[in-house]
């Protein structure tokens, strides 16, 4: 099994700045992607960023330029640093991981709680 362990969570003003960070940990035998979703009150699930195993990179257009996905293969950690936070970036941040354990398959983190206030 795998397991996905998030932080970094919490409240910060408008214009504030976070960094989440995601481990996996567990039978691991190779990651294809890690991502980062929310979801916000009264909306669904979206993408916020993703990074492949060779490095691309994927970003919603409401967080491009403000937002950075990064990763650390030697921890099996993935960050997601969030400047120039707003208002509406207000969710609960899920890590998603798409790796190889005994088969193929996406694994969530229990998500962390970020409020931006104004």
């Known amino acids: 099994q795998v397991q996905l362990v998030e932080s970094g969570g919490g409240l910060v003003q408008a214009g504030g700045s976070l960094r989440l960070s995601c481990a996996a940990s567990?039978?691991?035998?190779?990651?294809?992607?890690m991502a980062w979703y929310r979801q916000a009150p009264g909306k669904q699930r979206e993408l916020v960023a993703r990074?492949?195993?060779?490095?691309?990179?994927n970003y919603a257009d409401s967080v491009k330029g403000r937002f950075t996905i990064s990763g650390d293969n030697a921890k099996n950690t993935v960050y997601l640093q969030m400047n120039n936070l707003k208002p509406e970036d207000t969710a609960v941040y899920y890590c998603?991981?798409?790796?190889?354990?005994?088969?193929?398959?996406?694994?969530w983190g229990q998500g962390t709680q970020v409020t931006v206030a104004s």
């Open positions: 990074l492949t195993s060779i490095g691309s990179t």
């Open positions: 998603n991981v798409n790796c190889l354990s005994r088969t193929i398959r996406d694994y």
């Open positions: 567990g039978s691991i035998f190779s990651i294809n992607f």
